[in-house]
């Protein structure tokens, strides 16, 4: 069962009709990230499969580096949403977690180790940040067969190797098993403006 704990600042709650606006509030912004998660995780997954097939995952690698970036920034153009992935093992640092994914990130991590799966692992609230409410989604990507090629362990060649040990001196997203939570994709978006 998919969970989203619901975090709503209401300024008279308590009173049935705000809190049913805000329910409806929170089903649409829900609904609305789950189709640019699908259009991003869609996307990112067939590129990188392409590019696998083409020419192994030491080309594919290039479709992490440079093309995943360039799809969250076009699937966040022009929608009002800023769209990424994080985890609590880092390969680019440039993909920290927000305070909001870190809290998500730190809880869903226990909920694996207490037998929950990873496709099961999803949070959504709006907060406040900085005077304005801003709406957050993260949701756990599982690792894949096809992710271990660059994020497992003994699957991963020398030569992926030495290319990741080259992009990234400082990667801690090696060693995770088929199954295991590989990081998170995460969403917001500014109500208030
Ligand atoms: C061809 C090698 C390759 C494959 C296959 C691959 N990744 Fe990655 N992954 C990378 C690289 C390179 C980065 C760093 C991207 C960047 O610089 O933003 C990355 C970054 C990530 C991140 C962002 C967080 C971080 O650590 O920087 C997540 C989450 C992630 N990968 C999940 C997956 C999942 C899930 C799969 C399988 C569906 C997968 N990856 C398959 C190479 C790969």
């Given at each position: 069962m998919r969970r989203f704990a619901m975090v709503v600042a209401l300024g008279?709650?308590?009173?049935a009709a705000p809190a049913l606006a805000a329910d409806d509030e929170m089903t649409a912004l829900v609904d609305e990230a789950k189709g640019l998660m699908g259009s991003f995780g869609g996307t990112l997954k067939d590129e990188l499969m392409a590019a696998v097939k083409a020419g192994g995952p030491v080309n594919a690698i290039g479709v992490c580096n440079e093309v995943a970036p360039e799809i969250a920034a076009s699937v966040s153009e022009g929608s009002g949403w800023n769209v990424g992935r994080s985890s609590h093992r880092l390969r680019n640092p440039d993909n920290a977690p927000d305070a909001f994914t870190a809290a998500a990130i730190a809880e869903f991590l226990e909920r694996e180790a207490a037998g929950e799966k990873p496709d099961d692992l999803a949070k959504a609230a709006i907060v406040e940040e900085d005077g304005k409410r801003v709406f957050h989604i993260v949701k756990a990507i599982p690792t894949g067969d096809l992710c271990v090629n660059c994020h497992g362990g003994d699957e991963v060649t020398a030569e992926v190797e030495a290319k990741l040990a080259q992009l990234y001196p400082d990667d801690e997203a090696r060693g995770f098993s088929v199954g295991q939570m590989r990081g998170v994709f995460t969403l917001s978006k500014v109500l208030d403006d």
């Open positions: 008279c709650a308590g009173l």
